[in-house]
């Protein structure tokens, strides 16, 4: 693999980690309500996620899909009901008041912060399609493992650290405040959102 090969999949899933996703609202909404601790958990548990994705991509689950359509089917059901009822359950409690770390509600653990992180990225198999497209031509059959290994890292920290960046914008108190006042619009909106990615992941 040459070094031109590596900043290419590197940028190019950087482009894609930036993205509106799933992984993003939920980073989005975890910095607001639960602080930057337990959304750098989030993150975490996403680009760990994202690397389960990658692996996989890179061991040939992507010509496996093409063998067996079904169960990339099968996949993309599993993960849009996942996403489905994330979106109904914000949908449902966005008329509620918030109960943030601040007004007393303690914030769920770091190795809860990073299920919630690592099931939101895994709902969605899509990313093992497009890191297959990504590393042909890119990765070559006889790579050796520590550049493997180099790939996977450098996908862990672009989904790791802008997932961070993402709930570090939306934990900072003028943001807070912002989402207190739009709590409603906003949750219906991200509720909505995330039923729109889930129907997309099923169509697409």
Do not use: C
């Not at 975490?44 to 991509?57: E, L, P």
């Not at 912060?113 to 895994?122: I, N, V």
Request: charged share 10%; no cysteine.
């Amino acid at each position: 693999m040459t070094l031109a090969g590596f900043f290419a999949v590197g940028f190019l899933h950087l482009l894609a980690a930036i993205s509106p996703r799933p992984a993003v609202i939920i980073a989005a909404r975890t910095g607001v309500t639960e602080g930057l601790r337990t959304g750098a958990f989030l993150a975490m548990g996403i680009g760990a996620g994202a690397v389960v994705w990658a692996a996989a991509a890179l061991f040939g689950l992507g010509i496996v899909f093409a063998a067996a359509p079904s169960l990339l089917w099968a996949l993309k059901i599993g993960g849009a009901a996942y996403l489905m009822w994330m979106a109904y359950n914000l949908w449902r409690d966005a008329d509620k008041p918030l109960i943030t770390a601040q007004s007393g509600k303690p914030p769920r653990s770091a190795a809860s912060a990073f299920r919630l992180g690592l099931y939101t990225q895994r709902a969605n198999p899509k990313p093992a399609v497009l890191f297959s497209a990504i590393f042909i031509g890119t990765v070559p059959p006889a790579t050796p493992l520590w550049v493997y290994g180099a790939v996977l890292t450098v996908v862990f920290l672009n989904e790791a650290l802008w997932n961070t960046f993402v709930a570090r914008v939306f934990s900072l108190e003028k943001s807070r405040a912002a989402y207190l006042s739009l709590k409603t619009i906003i949750d219906k909106t991200f509720g909505g959102l995330l039923a729109l990615l889930g129907l997309k992941i099923v169509a697409t």
